[in-house]
């Protein structure tokens, strides 16, 4: 091969990318006044406009702080007997849950409003568990839902999930009464016009387990057997380009489709990223799964945290984002030396995050950028139309190449570069429409040509 055949050939220009020296310019520290013990919230109270951080144990032997941030500085909005788990607006008023039950000599069992400057109790999450929290709030379609572990509220059997009418708390219509030990539900959302449940709770013949959907007359699976195993759990629940997410804690070797995060289209459950790829705990592993905890939508982009450390093989804090067809992830994973984000949120365009532990324990911290796309499995990427029979060619960030819309099975892939001198030469096994990652040793030059069957990739890479 010639470089003058290059007249005939698309180019496949850029840069492979190369494992950026990650310092500590894309974070600073934004601890409040005293340190936050494994942060919690980092919540947008746009009505107040600031910004509310609670967390665990600090210090104090009875109460642990809210915290709220204006643009200027800290201060204290509340002292709570327990962990604050979570905040929302309903109704234009701040709500805020957790496991407390007082606020200094009052009582205020796990739930409370602020109004009138000053706290409220907001109805009674009683139990009958010892360890009884609420770890979520809802509003989905103007109605405001608690989820957690706990079994009544304002006096009736709720089982973990209660629903806001007018000035008290009911259960859920039809909502199961009887599960194998305490109910876990950790979050609500409505898919193609029913209202879908998630957690870690089951009856003792699991035909009540983790995901049920509520058909109007009654709480059924969503699938049968969506999630296997014992230790599988839903924590997070977003609809999302026509697709339901499904995040949580489950693995490939249980038979699931993905591992930490998957998707459903009303009929089938997809893989977010194919086996060794996608989201991961450990690089190039998948013997233990991450652990995605929540959602939240953003220009677009599906962004989620929880315990992960790499993104199709990309370092990140416990925080990345997915448009669909990538994921990204933000710069500066190794400066925050975690693979745990409690929490995030985004405060005057500034993004916050509550990982755990990290430099000198900072649990609240800052991204110095707007960029939240700074790093992306496949930088500086721009789509060329392309037949069925036409493959494309992904540089990801650690250098290493992916090649997509291959036919299921085994295939020849030949790279060479710009001198029109092979680089490598190997076969490739496709599934699911995807290559392994093929790394490319000592590679140098800035652009190379891509041949898979003898036939040559379609997208075309420029430098970021």
């Given at each position: 091969m010639r470089v003058s055949l290059a007249k005939s050939l698309l180019l496949l220009c850029g840069m492979v990318a190369s494992t950026t020296s990650i310092t500590a310019q894309?974070?600073?520290?934004?601890?409040?006044?005293?340190?936050?013990?494994?942060a919690r919230i980092c919540f947008n109270d746009t009505v107040h406009d600031w910004l509310v951080a609670g967390g665990g144990y600090d210090g104090s032997p009875y109460y642990i702080p809210l915290y709220r941030y204006d643009g200027f500085s800290w201060d204290t909005l509340g002292l709570f007997g327990n962990v604050v788990n979570a905040a929302v607006l309903y109704h234009d008023t701040l709500v805020v849950a957790g496991g407390f039950e007082w606020m200094q000599q009052d009582t205020i069992k796990r739930i409370a409003c602020y109004a009138g400057g000053q706290w409220h109790p907001y109805g009674d999450i009683n139990s009958g568990i010892e360890s009884a929290t609420i770890k979520g709030l809802r509003v989905l379609d103007g109605e405001l839902y608690a989820l957690g572990v706990f079994k009544y509220a304002d006096g009736q059997l709720c089982n973990g999930i209660a629903k806001r009418v007018g000035g008290h708390w009911e259960p859920l219509p039809n909502w199961p009464t009887y599960f194998m030990g305490d109910p876990y539900v950790y979050d609500i959302a409505r898919f193609q016009g029913r209202l879908v449940v998630g957690g870690n709770y089951n009856s003792q013949d699991l035909?009540?387990?983790?995901?049920?959907?509520?058909?109007?007359?009654?709480?059924v699976p969503v699938c049968g057997s969506c999630l296997h195993g014992g230790m599988d759990g839903v924590a997070a629940l977003a609809?999302?380009?026509?697709?339901l997410y499904v995040g949580g804690r489950f693995y490939y070797s249980g038979g699931n489709a993905g591992q930490g995060l998957m998707r459903w289209d009303g009929e089938t459950w997809e893989s977010?990223?194919?086996?060794?790829?996608g989201v991961q705990l450990d690089n190039y592993s998948d013997t233990y799964p991450p652990s995605i905890y929540s959602f939240q939508q953003r220009n677009g982009r599906l962004?989620?945290?929880?315990?992960?450390?790499?993104?199709?093989?990309?370092?990140?804090p416990g925080l990345a984002s997915w448009d669909g067809t990538d994921f990204c992830a933000l710069g500066g994973a190794n400066y925050i030396n975690a693979h745990v984000a409690y929490s995030f949120g985004v405060y005057h365009d500034s993004l916050y995050l509550a990982p755990s532990g990290g430099v000198a324990m900072l649990n609240l911290v800052r991204y110095l950028s707007t960029d939240f796309t700074y790093q992306?499995?496949?930088l500086g990427l721009e789509e060329v139309a392309?037949?069925?029979?036409?493959?494309?060619?992904?540089?990801?960030?650690?250098?290493?190449?992916?090649l997509r819309g291959l036919a299921e099975g085994l295939h020849s892939v030949r790279v060479f570069d710009a001198q029109g001198r092979l680089v490598l030469d190997r076969s490739v096994h496709s599934s699911g429409g995807r290559t392994e990652a093929i790394p490319l040793?000592?590679?140098?030059?800035?652009?190379?040509?891509?041949?898979?069957?003898?036939?040559?990739?379609?997208?075309?890479?420029?430098?970021?």
């Open positions: 894309y974070w600073e520290n934004a601890l409040p006044p005293s340190p936050l013990y494994e035909t009540i387990r983790d995901l049920l959907q509520y058909d109007g007359n009654a709480w609809v999302y380009q026509g697709y977010v990223g194919p086996v060794g790829d962004f989620f945290n929880g315990e992960l450390g790499f993104v199709n093989h990309i370092p990140t992306c499995s496949a392309a037949t069925r029979a036409e493959f494309q060619a992904i540089w990801n960030a650690a250098g290493q190449l992916t040793a000592n590679a140098s030059s800035a652009v190379y040509f891509v041949v898979a069957d003898h036939n040559l990739g379609t997208r075309t890479i420029s430098e970021p």
